[in-house]
């Protein structure tokens, strides 16, 4: 990797902040600005059919979080279905990652087709799991009264302890395509010798991947964690397209809330008010991120 | 484990465990694509049967040619195709320049700026698409695919920039410094030198930015409301749990949608980690 | 007694053969040296004593036991890798005990919870505490126990290696290449460094090295391989005055023996038009005669009873000049040169005032030669 050199002095000074400029504009345009206006909407009542017209309310909006107890069980249905989903798709990628770390015959292959789960289109996704999922047609519930379960008897997506399984279910066989190659990645930088000097001192299997690998690969799946978390937070043509958050909110995630109450229920106060919350819970995230991993370097001795 | 039991264990039981259980990943990971295939082929009168069918009938296969007369397809995807098109085009040409930028010049904001394209990471689509229908609603800009493509772009160009800001760092600076000695404009060199040498990780976030696109589906069900102009991703959401629809038509259209993405993204994957674990190493 | 037997020893990749049917016998407390060029197969011999490449044919035996067929941490050896291999985010303590707390280890530990209190318990444990710091000190690395090894230098890192390896008291150490990744002057008092650990640890050390120096000065025995074969196999002293082919003469020695090409002729030997007697002449027509460049003369041009020949080059090192010389009408069997060449290498004590170009006359002194096989290299018996 060859940094730049500092620019001359005089004649290329500006040059970075001419290269810079068209995209710091278009994003200042099309996300600055829409991110300030929300922030300014959720101080107003604005309704959807007529955007225009705002009547300022001030903190109404929020309270009207505050106070509605459905706001605390959408927090709630976000933490879980993020935690979840980050957690699994992680230990999933991370047991096919060291599947697929040995040589076998087919590796490439395998390595090539296991990806292929991220790469379909959500809408697509959704499509055919609410096909896979319906109660009476559905293949899941199929297999599942063969082999003996009366659970396959239940409509997934419109009972409202089991939708969120399924949501879960199909987010992460979407995701942990993605956890799995960035952890094969990461496992390719674990030093042979270092695995072999562990053996001879004795150790087993699971010895050696808590000594060498584990370390080793710690702050790739660190810095994976953060973009799950936040894809997860961020996530909604999955979810809304399965079951719209329902039923009774099962699936409501901020997001999803966000949504509804911007276009269903036109009110585009209300949906800015949650939208913020959103963005605030996003960066309180990423602090926290950046605080752990500041913490484990300086712990390290960097 | 140490290279003589690796040695053994090809031989052995646990060879042909991992064999056995890599290819039970690959079934789950490939069964709904799967299923979506055969259920396209599954004749109308045995879609509802159960058992389901496990096997595609092949007489079947005219239900493909059968869906563009019953449902618009072609007009979906072309749609599809004028969005995905402009995204990568509007993206690229948006990320090219300040990707040379953040890989080559030291300069005071390069920080901050890095911080803004992950800042843009984080805020939902779905957040932003209530300002943006109300500022595109101001401008005119609803129910055009100019409109969405603008908007689409402005999601897609942060990961566009900060892949080409990796396949820069890749580049030699030797070839540039000759290029300058020899009079080259800065911008020359950027556009004669370095692209070229950059040209498949350019071609993998084409390909990304296409099917970015390709796949979004918020902002185009929330912007576009004209049924002439409604890409696939929209069109196909309509069918999502309802059964009115012949499922198999359905499914036929779910999977010629499907299929180019997921084809062209098996060959630009390792593009795309390799922009990810480059970051990892103290983004 | 831990001799080492290797019998038959072999490992094959594919039509390669890396390690090609070595049998040697170690006896017990020996320095071996593994010596010789990249790719002759000596570090994969090494491994395949620790466990880490299996055998494709033969035995391996420790005390008469068989132990090619036991995982490495059975083996009762140890293996200091040519980058140490220490474990980047333990301690140097956590490092040194690391085998110690494996040898305890047992299945539950792996238990979460458990895990961390029972290594802590063993680390903590007087026995075990005791050995690593008495370890620790014998290495100097007393005040940097708690410490990573990043922050330490090339040389310490290298002695923590030395200490993960001493701790479990085994009956063999390996070392592959392990003084490579230091600068000159460290690797001198690390040789000496390791020679001392094995006067006082006592145990068999097997060393791999490209570097014939550190083979000379510290093995006890050397084994010289080419191409997975060991060409010799014995003291220093023997490798150095009677090499068994002209491979290992021309391995051993700075700069290394001459190989001049002579006939035999009734008790003489003829180098071109030169005819020197000497008493050990076989019968042998075309043969090769080792001489080393401290046998080697420079007289002036012309004088009776030398070889002529012009000086080349004049290397100055100190304490003794190197000065290669073309020869006129002898030939050399020297395998870089194609087997043709004319140069051959003689050294002066002191500072030599010899220039290129210079002619110069040559006397050989052939009381200590050494005669090879012009066809086959093997040693010729004296």
Known sequence: MTPGPAPDAGAERWTPYWFIAPLALYLLLFQGVPLVQ???????????????????????????????????????????????????????????????????????????????????????VALIFVWIFNAQYGVFNFVLRSVGFAAGRENWLDTPELALPAVLLTTIWQIFPFAAVVILAALQGVSAELKEAATIDGADRLSIFGAVVWPTIRPSVALLSLFLTIWSIRRFDLIWLMTQGGPIGATETLVIKLYRDGFVYRDLGQAAAVGMVGVVVALAVTAVYFHFTRRAERAAGA | ?????????????????????????????????????????????????????????????????????????????????????????????????????????????????????????????????????????????????????????????????????????GVPIDVEEAAKIDGCTRIGIVLSIVLPLVAPSLAAAAVISFFHGWNEYVLATTLISDEALRPASVGLASFVGELSTPVHSV????????????????????????????????? | MAAIDLQGVTRQFGAKKAVNDISLSVPDGEFLVLLGPSGCGKSTLLRMLAGLESLSGGQILLDGRRIDQLPPSDRDMAFVFQSYALYPHMTVRRNITFPLIMRQHRWWFHVPGISHLAKRRIERSP????????????????????????????????????????????????????????????????????????????????????????????????????????????TPREIYTNPVNTYV????????????????????????????PFIRATAQAELLAGIRPSAIALTPAGEPGTVAGEVAMVEHIGAESLITVRMRDVRTGHEEDGGGGTEVMATEAGYSELRPGTPVGLRLDLSDAVLFSAGTGERLAA
């Open chain 1, 38 to 124: 929300e922030a300014g909407l959720s101080f107003t009542a604005t309704s959807l059919l007529s955007p225009r017209e705002h009547v300022f309310v001030g903190l109404d909006n929020y309270r009207n979080l505050l106070d509605g107890s459905d706001f605390h069980a959408v927090l709630a249905t976000t933490a879980v279905y993020t935690v979840a989903c980050v957690v699994l798709s992680i230990l999933l990628g991370l047991g096919v990652a060291l599947l697929l770390d040995a040589p076998f015959r087919g590796r490439g292959v395998a390595r090539a087709l296991v990806t292929v789960p991220w790469a379909a289109p959500p809408v697509a």
């Open chain 2, 251 to 283: 499914m036929a259209v779910g999977l010629i949608y499907t299929v180019p993405a997921v084809v062209f993204y098996l060959f630009v994957q390792r593009y795309v980690v390799a922009g990810m674990t480059a970051g990892s190493v103290k983004g």
């Open chain 3, 127 to 234: 026995a075990v505490r005791d050995l690593v710091d008495r370890t620790a000190a014998i290495l100097a690395l007393t005040p940097m126990m708690d410490q990573l090894p990043k922050t330490l230098s090339g040389g310490q890192r290298q002695r923590v290696a030395l200490g993960r390896a001493m701790v479990r008291k085994p009956q063999v150490f390996l070392m592959d290449e392990p003084l490579s990744n230091l600068d000159a002057k460290l690797r001198t008092a690390m040789r000496a460094e390791i020679i001392k650990l094995h006067g006082a640890v006592g145990g068999t050390f097997v060393y791999v090295t490209h570097d014939q120096i550190e083979a000379m000065t510290m093995g006890s025995r050397i084994a010289l391989m080419r191409d997975g074969v060991v060409q010799q196999f014995g």
């Open chain 2, 1 to 169: 484990m140490s290279a003589a039991a690796a040695m053994a264990g090809r031989r052995g039981w646990t060879h042909g465990l991992r064999l056995l259980t890599v290819l039970l990943v690959l079934l789950g990971a490939g069964f709904p694509l799967y299923w979506m295939f055969v259920t396209s082929l599954t004749p109308s009168a045995a879609l509802f049967a159960v058992p389901p069918h496990v096997w595609p009938s092949w007489s079947e296969l005219g239900v493909y040619t059968e869906a563009f007369r019953t449902i618009p397809v072609g007009r979906w995807l072309r749609n599809s195709a004028v969005i995905a098109a402009g995204t990568t085009v509007l993206s690229i040409a948006l990320a090219i320049f300040p990707a040379y930028a953040l890989s080559r010049f030291q300069f005071r904001g390069a920080g901050l700026v890095g911080l803004g394209l992950f800042a843009t990471q984080m805020l939902p689509e779905a957040m932003l698409v209530v300002p943006l229908y109300a500022i595109f609603g101001q401008f005119g800009l609803l129910n055009t695919l100019a409109g969405l493509i603008l908007a689409n772009t402005a999601f897609t160009v942060p990961v566009i920039t900060w892949m080409l800001k990796g396949a820069i760092d």
């Open chain 3, 249 to 276: 003469a021309r391995f051993i020695g700075t700069p290394p023996m001459n190989l001049l090409r002579a006939t035999a002729d009734q008790g003489a030997l003829r180098f071109g038009p030169l005819v020197l």
